[in-house]
Each structure stands twice: as C-alpha cells, then as structure tokens.
C-alpha cells in the first residue's frame, strides 16, 4: 500500500515536472539556442505522454482504451525523432528542412499503419503488441545513435568556431541519453517478456533523469553567441563537415603570410583573447575578414583549430601571472585574468596544453629557481 502511494506520487511529480520544464523550454524566456529548444520542449512533452494514462487513472479517467489512447501511440513514436532533431538545431541554428528529410518518417509511418490496422480488426493478441514495441525499441536504438554522433560532430564543428566550449558541448546530453536508453532498455525487456514492470523502480529512475535534465538544461549557454544575421556566416562549418574530403585552397600563400603576420600582431598588442567569450566571428571582425578566411588562416597557416590557437595565448598569459611574484592572485583570479571563463576550463584547458595544472607547474618553476 505505501509503495503504491509513494509510486503513484512519483509519477505525479515527475509528470509535472516534465510539463513545467517543457513550458518554460518552449517559453524560451531567455532567447537561447531558440530551435533547438522548440524540439526539445516538444521532446519533454512527448516524453510526459507516457505517464499520461497513469495520471487520467488516477484522477477516475479510463484512457487505456478508445481513439485516445491510439492517437498518443501515433504521437509517440515521434519521441525519439524530436530528441534528434533538438539536436541537430543545437549544433546548427541554421539548418532547415529538406526533401531528403522525408526518410525519417518511414518508421513513425509503418508503426501508425500496423496499430491502425489492429485497431480496426481489434487484435488484442501479444503478437501485435510484441512487433510494435520492438519497433519503438528498434527507432529509439537508432535515434540514440545518430544523436550521439551528431554530437560529436557538434564539438569538432564548436572548436573551430568558439574559444571557450564548456556547457556549449552538449556533454550533458550525451549522460542523459546514456540514462534514458538504459532505463528504456530494461522496460522493454519487461514489455517483451511479458513480466509485471516494476513500476517504483522505474519511475523513480526517470524522475532522477527528469530531474538531472532540468538542472542542466536550464544552466544552458548559448552556443553560439553572437546575433542572428552573423550566424549565416557560420555555414561553412557545416558545408566542410558534410564533405570532409574538400581542401580548396582560399587564400594564396602570400596572402597567407601576410595574414599569419596579422593576425600574430594583433594577438599580441591587442590581446583580443582576455575576452573569454571571443569567437570566430568576433576576431574575424577585427581581422577584417569572413569567419571562413579567418578560419583557413588559423587551420592552414598554424594547423590548429581556433579554440587551440586561442588557448595557447591565454596558457601563456597565465604562465606569467602564476611565476609573477609582485602579486598574490588565487588560481580562479588568474583563470579570469587570462581569458578564461570558469576554472574548471582553464584547469583542464592548461593541463592539455602544458602537460601540468596550474599549481603542479608554480611548484616546479619554484623549485627549478631555487
């Protein structure tokens, strides 16, 4: 009795909880990430969908049955498409629909047609129920999978444009999905095997995950932070993602040069790189030039990305703040002082660059001096 009371306010809670946070993603109140975050409220409220028949019994309505309960299976099956598709507006704002996107109906539309058609003839054998839940299984699988990799895509597109990458990566999506497929896994095993769920278990395992979703996606940065028109700019990233074996030659190796020289120069006089939110486009306006050329320059002329040609300058910067001794700046002051924007960022970040952090490499250059 008290694990049905405290399971059925664990599905309450969560229920809600997931409708509150979908409104606010689709309210948008902060204008971030704005697509990415339409899908993904639409994701949250999909995903709410699924308790919806235990919250109607609860308050005395039977939806278990009818033209209900077939219209939330058809909306179903859209969950894992809308989780991808949140994805794929995160790492590219500017991306819009196209015919070929047409294929990714070919599931939700043979799962509609087979509970359409057992609705109709009123099949209530297991058979039925067995092919449609691996049908979901078989979408979610694939949909987890291609949000994984458009997420790894995502960061070595992000390295190229920002300097600074962390809560811009979308790193936390990745532990949600790794959460969500266990969790769903192991209801589908339940569904096949045709064994009771356990319901407390599982609810309580998703409102861990409801809860960890709403933490990091309200703590959400905007990727790309700059304003809407500069953001067409940006196309090439995805151009040269999407064909990979491109190596045209933009700039002519004069020209080359004397970009390299330019761009060594202003980084040196006029330290645009103490900015901790400078980006691609940022620089490139005081280069004078495209994000793409800008981005050849630094690709080509120094075969770096521009979050490794940036942060070399800030490590620099922060070698000399940590071996000056006419100031007694903590390791966070230093980490703003040179560019950086947290420091986690500047610890890793320094670490990967130096093959030390900041304290291991104070110690020894004290020590070597002494």
Known sequence: MISSFVNNFVTVVMFGALLLLAFVKLANPLRINRKGNFFFGLLLVMWASFWLEEISALSGINME?????????????????????SIKFYS????????????????????ITLITVRWFSEAQN???????????????????????????????????FASSIRGKDLNWLEYILILLLSISLIAM???????????????????VVVIMVAYYSIRQKEIYNIQEPQKTQ?????????????????????????????LTSLMTKEAPYLDSELNLV??????????????????????QNFFQFVNQYRVEK???????????YTILAIAFESGFNSKTSFNTTFKKMTGQTPTEFKKRQTLQRI
Do not use: C
């Not at 151009?239 to 030659?249: L, T, V």
């Not at 940022?282 to 075969?303: A, C, R, V, W």
């Open 65 to 85: 049955e009818g033209s209900f309960s077939f219209i939330l299976r058809g909306l179903q099956i859209f969950t894992p498409l809308l989780l991808f598709l």
């Open 92 to 111: 590219n704002p500017n991306y819009k629909f196209q015919q070929k996107d047409v294929k990714h109906l070919l599931i939700p539309i043979v799962f």
């Open 126 to 160: 297991t058979v039925w129920g067995s092919v449609t839940t691996i049908i979901m299984l078989f979408q979610a699988l694939f949909y987890v999978i291609l949000s994984f990799l458009k997420i790894r895509q995502h960061r070595k597109k992000l390295v190229r």
């Open 189 to 207: 095993v339940f569904s096949i095997l045709q064994q009771e769920n356990p319901g407390l278990i599982m609810n309580s395992a998703n409102l």
């Open 234 to 262: 940006l196309n090439f990233l995805e151009e040269e993602e999407d064909d990979k074996s491109s190596k045209r030659k933009l700039l002519e190796d004069n020209e080359l040069e004397e970009l390299k020289e330019q």
């Open 282 to 303: 940022k620089l490139s306006e005081q280069m004078d030039l495209t994000p793409h050329q800008l981005s050849y320059t630094i690709n080509t002329g120094f075969d």
């Open 318 to 328: 922060a070698k000399e703040l940590l071996l000056d001794k006419s100031h007694n």
